[in-house]
């Protein structure tokens, strides 16, 4: 598939279509948010629950990418194994790190799934697109919920967290003797 359609069913129910570019998201991740008073900040309002949703669905999909790039190691070798690995360890801080933010604004973050349906990976080729879905999935995701989430710092962690994922995307694609990095802006799109 192709574009951002390609979305599994946990991002189509929780993530519209990508609305904004990487560069913007960026910038919006600096916004400061300036429509709460100090008061309002301290307590849980409509906001953090907006954003316990939002950041709740980007730990499903971290928690995903731990479950698949566990699994595409079984098909890897190399430098890609190495690198499957280190992503294990860096979508699990990723999950980690939502799942603080989400207890901070009084919610409860979701568990990973006991199994998740990934197609069945013969070879590592198949491994390494099938990943890159995956990190497009995640960027597309994270692009979309920049803007709406309410607080400055909640967007600092995602813009760093699609940061890291397109480091990946850009690995995962020399690992397929791709370019890796071939436009100025990473959408999330599938190649």
């Known amino acids: ?22 560069a913007s998201a960026v910038a919006l991740a600096g916004c400061a948010d300036d429509t709460k008073s100090p008061v309002a900040a301290t307590a849980p309002d409509e906001s953090d629950d907006a954003d316990v949703e939002l950041l709740n669905a980007a730990r499903d999909l971290e928690l995903e990418a731990v479950a698949a790039y566990k699994a595409a190691a079984a098909v890897l070798t190399g430098d890609a194994l190495k690198a499957a690995k280190r992503f294990v360890e860096q979508e699990q801080e990723h999950a980690d790190s939502l799942a603080a933010a989400i207890k901070e604004a009084g919610g409860t973050p979701n568990r990973a799934k006991s ?44 813009a760093a967290i699609v940061a ?28």
């Open 164 to 191: 890291n994922e397109a480091q990946h995307l850009a690995v995962l694609r020399e690992a397929l003797g791709e370019e890796p990095v071939p436009a100025a802006f990473v959408l999330g799109e599938v190649s």
């Open 115 to 158: 199994s998740y349906d990934f197609p069945r990976l013969r070879s590592q080729k198949e491994a390494l697109r099938f990943a890159i879905e995956l990190e497009n999935t995640a960027i597309a995701a994270y692009i979309d919920t920049l803007p709406k989430l309410g607080k400055g710092d909640l967007r600092a962690t995602a």
């Open 1 to 22: 598939m192709t574009g951002p359609a390609r979305r599994g069913p946990l991002s189509r129910r929780r993530f519209l279509a990508v609305s904004a570019a990487g």
